[in-house]
């Protein structure tokens, strides 16, 4: 690993801490945690404040949660249609998008008490939560070939130059833990390696996190205790030592995590792509079950 490597891995540790927050924050077991709690929240909503059924409460939530899902539909006009485009940013319009395709089968959820009445309404409501469970899954892909929520795209060369995989220098900033230096250069040709056939591809793809993971917490340990080793040579005062271990951590955690999204890429580009062509689909299903629930209510 290089000084220029160094310096840019820096510059998303420290500069970019922004962009790093989004997606560490927002992780796909804590987004999930977040849906199955609501999910236990109406089903606990339900099971003590049932409510009557024809009342104008049950009514009234299934009105709002189908205005809120008709609401959805501003999103992709605004990235379509030009004078939306003007108002404001989209990584707003993203995060409204998000918290609305939540609220809305919210309430839908506690307008249906977890009980289905009728074919149409079934047909409705399965289907709303496809959309919402596919809509989850977008956003994850959304979020690995995107800074964040800002809408702006990812490109290849910005994840390798983040990586360090443009630069010709080749004296390391880890010349005091050889065996860190060699297991990340390692890591670096396991995962940038072109694969021989599909399956090794995908077994890949599937597993280099927790390869990552692992190497991560090998490689701190070692750090750890180079550093300690040092500090006891050197008389670094606790607080030195803390600093530089954090550092030394810092740099290999953002080197491991930009190799993997070089090496991910192209597969989520192309993830995200299916899924755009899967989804709309069910979102036009979505909106013909629940046309044809809301006119037999009215109906019958």
């Not at 998303?12 to 987004?31: L, M, W, Y």
């Not at 289907?127 to 892909?141: E, K, N, P, W, Y």
Request: charged letters at 15%.
């Amino acid at each position: 690993m290089s000084n220029v490597a160094v310096q840019e891995l820096a510059g998303v540790a420290e500069g970019s801490a922004e962009q790093k927050k989004v997606r560490k924050s927002s992780g796909p077991i804590a987004v999930w945690l977040g849906v199955f709690t609501l999910v236990g929240l109406a089903y606990a909503l339900t099971r003590l404040y049932p409510i009557p059924q024809g009342s104008d409460t049950e009514y009234n939530l299934g009105l709002w949660g189908g205005i809120l899902m008709l609401v959805l539909f501003l999103y992709p006009l605004r990235k379509h249609v030009r004078v939306f485009q003007k108002w404001g940013a989209t990584k707003h319009w993203f995060l409204a998008h998000m918290i609305i395709g939540i609220g809305g089968p919210f309430l839908i959820l506690v307008h249906s008490q977890f009980h289905i009445g009728s074919l149409n309404a079934g047909v409705a409501l399965f289907c709303m939560c496809v959309v919402a469970g596919s809509g989850v899954v977008g956003r994850f892909l959304y979020v690995e070939i995107h800074h964040g929520l800002t809408g702006q795209k990812v490109n290849l060369r910005e994840l390798q130059a983040q990586a360090g995989l443009n630069s010709n220098e080749v004296k390391s900033q880890l010349y005091f833990a050889p065996d860190v230096e060699k297991r990340l250069r390692e890591f670096q040709a396991y995962a940038l390696a072109a694969s021989p056939n599909f399956l090794r591809g995908t077994w890949r793809f599937m597993t280099i996190s927790l390869h990552r993971r692992g190497l991560a917490y090998q490689c701190n340990e070692e750090l750890r205790r180079l550093l300690r080793q040092r500090a006891r040579e050197r008389n670094w005062d606790p607080q030195k030592y803390r600093r530089r271990v954090r550092s030394a951590r810092r740099l290999v955690l953002n080197y491991l995590d930009s190799v993997q999204r070089v090496s991910q890429y192209a597969a989520f580009v192309r993830l995200f792509s299916l899924w755009h062509v899967l989804h709309v689909p069910l979102v036009y299903m979505l909106v013909l079950s629940a046309i044809a629930h809301v006119v037999a209510v009215h109906m019958y």
